[in-house]
Each structure stands twice: as C-alpha cells, then as structure tokens.
C-alpha cells in the first residue's frame, strides 16, 4: 500500500512554514494520541503517521530530500527499481541517470559533482501592482519581502557558536549512498543528512539547525518605463540566500497593473470613451480630453459625428518598452442622448423633429435610420404577398 504525502498527513501545503507543520502537528497528535483513543487501531496508526510525517517535514534537510525525491528518498531502494515493478515518470529518468553514470562516469569525464558544497538559494517571486501612470513613466520602489536569509548566530554552519559538525555515518560524508539492484547500482541522496555529507552534534538554538531564519528583507526595485502586466523583472541575487555558503536566488518581479478609470491599454495603444452632448454632435466643436503624459489635449469634432466614430491622438499613448517610440491613443465617440429636459427644451426638440420629418427631408438628416426603416418597410411588404 503507497503511503500518503507526508503534507497530506499534516493537512499542510507544500510551502508551509516551521511553525506552521509544527501548529498542525501538535493538534492532529493531540486528536489521535493513544491516551485519547484507547483500543482504537485506526487512531494508533494516524498517531504513527503523524510523527513520521513530522519526523521528516521539520527538519530541512530531510525535507528537502523528501521535497526532491518523494518517500523514495527514505525507502530501503527507490520505487521504480523494485522486484517486479517497472520504471516510469520521474522515478525512470531519475533512476537511469544514476545508473548510467555509475557504469560510465569514468569515461564521460568522472562522476558528478557531490552535493556537500554550496548550495543557491530559492528563486523567489514577487507580484508588485502599479498604475498605468507608473508603467508609463517607469518607477523606483522599496519593498518587504519575507526571505530566508543566513542565521547571523551560526552565519549559516546550522551548528551553535562553539560546536562543529561531524561526517555522516550513513554515507561517511559523501553526501549520497548507493544501494545494489540486481545488476545495477543506484545512487540517490542520503536519506539521514539531506545530502549535506554530515550532521550537526548540537544544532544551532536561533535557527534549529537550519542555517537559515525567515527575515524581512527591504529591497529596492527599479521598473523600467513601459512594461505591461505579465512582465516579468529579474533582479539578480536578491533571492533567498544559500546554503554552505551558496549564493542566493534571483528575484523575478511580477507586473500587474491596476485598472485605471479612463483608459484601456492594448499594447503600446490607449483607448478612451468620450461621450458627447447630441447638439455637440449634431453642430461639431470641440472637446478636451484627457492624456497619459500631459494632462488633456484638443480633438475637434467634426458635425454629424456619430457613436463608435474613432479619432487618433498620435504618440499619445504608452511609452515602448526600452525604446523612444510611443504609442497612440484612440478615443471612441458615444453620442449622449439628454434627459431630464424640462417643457420649453422639450417645445424646442418637438420643433426641430418637425422641420427634419420623415420622407425624403429625414433621409437628409438622419440616412442611418431612414435607411433602416425603409428596408423594414420593404420586409414587410414581402411578407404580405
């Protein structure tokens, strides 16, 4: 029977912090304790769950094996290598790649690197929202992000100040193990030190053994003018710091753009919606609308202009990312129709249907609608005959 993920047991996720396994543990043991649950199988067997889980998850290092290589990492052989079972998925690759360069790492240029050294710390990502006004003109920020960083009471051995580590008895410092499989030797990490190739005598009190503490780290974030949301922005070691002296991670800063009340960017382009008084659009004139970088400018509107018609603002639009172009700008007409016209406004409009009329005079001054009517007309008479 497969056992059940170790985070699955603790009702965890994968990403769940020290105090957060340890939080989940101590209720579910409280819950399942023998004393509680008295000639009860089920309960003394969630209780054995429970603490192997926890046995793994809280240390770091064999939660990094087991993060790596699944239970596989502290079975007696790895599961895909087993009497009767065949090789698939990662187990496949991972297994073979072993095998091979046992059989022919002396001639391919040595075995591989062993995994006591450094280590580089975790890639880390950040979602940082921004307004179309900063992704226009570009921005410089600070942030706080809750980082991994080196132990300052161990500066990162995991050891306590005054004490040393001692090599691995289980793989005599090398940091893997190799176990025989019919014809084939496997190697894989070791399960007891993480592949760290030895262990700590008495681990360092700040950080339990780890090396590391989660720290807020303030780090400075220059975005360059024109990036859009999806955009990622690399910042080279300002990731997670290392282990055994490893260099840190990179952080990658996500864009997300918030959205703004006037305008809808497509690419380099804006689009506006401007409604406009019906007189305004019966007469022409001319109207002020708003910019991303100046504040408004004046787009003259010709007489007759309907709803939906577009005008182009050239290079009015968003700045192109490491270039010197800049995009457009198109605002869309909406004619407004008024209301809450009182009785003389209301005399003036009755005064003007009647002058433009139907027939031919409406044809003149509404082509649209009269157009439309007529091919209604037209469609209905059809349907008499």
């Not at 900063?134 to 306590?160: D, F, H, M, R």
């Not at 260099?247 to 997300?256: E, N, S, T």
């Not at 009340?261 to 409604?275: D, M, S, T, W």
């Amino acid at each position: 029977m497969s056992k059940k993920d170790f985070y699955e047991v603790l009702g965890v996720n994968k990403g769940a912090s020290a105090d957060e396994l340890k939080k989940a543990y101590r209720k579910l043991a409280m819950q399942y304790h023998p004393d509680q649950n008295k000639d009860s199988k089920e309960a003394e067997e969630k209780f054995k769950e429970l603490n192997e889980a926890y046995d793994v998850l809280k240390d770091e290092q064999k939660r990094a094996a087991y993060d790596r290589y699944g239970h596989e990492a502290f079975d007696a052989a790895m599961s895909g290598a087993r009497a009767g079972g065949g090789f698939s998925g990662a187990g496949f690759s991972g297994a073979f790649s072993d095998i091979f360069e046992d059989m022919f790492g002396d001639f391919m240029g040595g075995a591989r690197a062993r995994s006591t050294g450094p280590v580089r710390g975790s890639d880390v990502q950040y979602t940082l929202e921004m307004t179309l006004e900063e992704a226009y003109k570009g921005t410089e920020t600070t942030v706080k992000i809750p980082l991994n960083e080196e132990c300052e009471t161990c500066s990162g051995s995991g050891a306590e100040p005054g004490t040393s580590s001692e090599n691995c008895d289980t793989c005599n410092g090398q940091g893997r193990v190799r176990q025989q499989q019919g014809f084939f030797t496997i190697e894989r990490t070791c399960p007891k030190c993480g592949g760290a190739g030895s262990t700590l005598k008495t681990p360092c009190k700040a950080c339990r053994g780890a090396g590391r503490q989660q720290k807020t780290r303030t780090i400075k974030i220059k975005i360059p003018a024109g990036v859009d949301s999806g955009r990622r922005v690399r910042l080279q070691g300002e990731g997670e710091a290392g282990m055994r002296g490893g260099p840190r991670g990179d952080l990658y800063v996500l864009i997300a753009l918030k959205p703004h009340k006037i305008f809808k960017r497509e690419g380099a382009n804006l689009h506006c919606r401007v409604p406009i008084p019906v007189t305004k659009a019966a007469l022409g004139g001319e109207v002020d609308v708003p910019t991303i970088q100046d504040g408004s400018a004046k787009v003259k509107i010709p007489p007759g202009t309907q709803t939906g018609q577009q005008f182009r603002l050239k290079g009015k639009g968003m700045t192109v990312l490491r270039s010197d172009s800049v995009g457009d700008m198109y605002i869309e007409i909406y004619v407004e129709t008024p209301v809450n016209l009182d009785k003389k406004q209301q005399d003036l409009l009755r005064q003007l249907d009647k002058t433009i009329g139907d027939g031919a005079a409406g044809s003149k001054h509404s082509p649209e609608s009269s157009g439309f009517f007529k091919k209604a007309r037209e469609f209905w008479d059809d349907l008499k005959e």
